[in-house]
């Protein structure tokens, strides 16, 4: 008898992984927003913006946290009405913005930062450095697999003598 592919390891395995997930992003994400009075999504973005060694665009950073570029758009939208984030214009691509930390928000994310840390450090003790060197290792076989695709990493702003630069 065949076996069911709704029985097939893989599925359930990659079930469990959303479930872990599910269960962290809930535990972390209230307890961050409790402490600290931001959304774990707003702590992601800060982060990848902090952490990005060339400005991000909006798509790139999109892509980083699992939005749509219109979901993202609305997320900035609000994190620039709090004052955390700001828009920068690329000079020379009028329709390129790129995100970038206010001072209130680097002061907002170093604060959301220690106290992540110390919710993980609490989530991961039962775990040994070995065990959590392991899953970092998986996670970013994962990781590469997705970032061999095609890129959709962000592109550096065109300058102006690129054939990428609009016209007039």
């Given at each position: 008898?065949?076996k069911?592919?709704?029985?097939?390891?893989?599925?359930?395995?990659?079930?469990?992984?959303?479930?872990?997930y599910s269960?962290?992003?809930?535990?972390?994400?209230?307890?961050?927003?409790?402490?600290?009075?931001?959304?774990?999504?707003?702590?992601?973005?800060m982060?990848?913006?902090?952490?990005s060694?060339?400005?991000?665009t909006?798509?790139?950073?999109?892509?980083q946290?699992?939005?749509?570029?219109?979901g993202?758009?609305?997320l900035l939208?609000?994190?620039?009405?709090?004052?955390?984030?700001?828009?920068?214009?690329?000079?020379?691509?009028?329709?390129?913005?790129?995100a970038?930390l206010?001072?209130?928000?680097?002061?907002?994310?170093?604060?959301?930062?220690k106290?992540?840390?110390?919710?993980?450090?609490?989530?991961?003790?039962d775990?040994?450095?070995?065990?959590?060197?392991?899953?970092?290792d998986?996670?970013?076989?994962?990781?590469?697999?997705?970032?061999?695709?095609p890129?959709?990493?962000?592109?550096?702003?065109p300058?102006?003598?690129?054939?990428a630069a609009?016209?007039?």
């Open positions: 008898m065949v069911s592919a709704v029985d097939h390891g893989l599925v359930t395995t990659f079930g469990r992984l959303v479930e872990a269960a962290l992003e809930r535990q972390l994400g209230e307890a961050l927003e409790r402490e600290c009075g931001i959304p774990h999504t707003w702590f992601e973005a982060l990848r913006i902090a952490r060694p060339d400005k991000l909006m798509s790139a950073l999109a892509s946290i699992a939005l749509t570029t219109g993202m758009t609305r939208d609000r994190m620039v009405t709090a004052g955390l984030v700001e828009r920068v214009p690329c000079p020379t691509d009028r329709r390129v913005s790129f970038a206010t001072p209130a928000g680097r002061q907002k994310l170093e604060e959301a930062a106290i992540h840390v110390r919710n993980l450090e609490r989530v991961f003790a775990y040994t450095g070995d065990e959590i060197k392991t899953l970092d998986l996670l970013d076989r994962l990781l590469r697999r997705d970032r061999e695709r890129a959709h990493e962000a592109a550096p702003c300058t102006p003598g690129d054939a609009p016209a007039g």
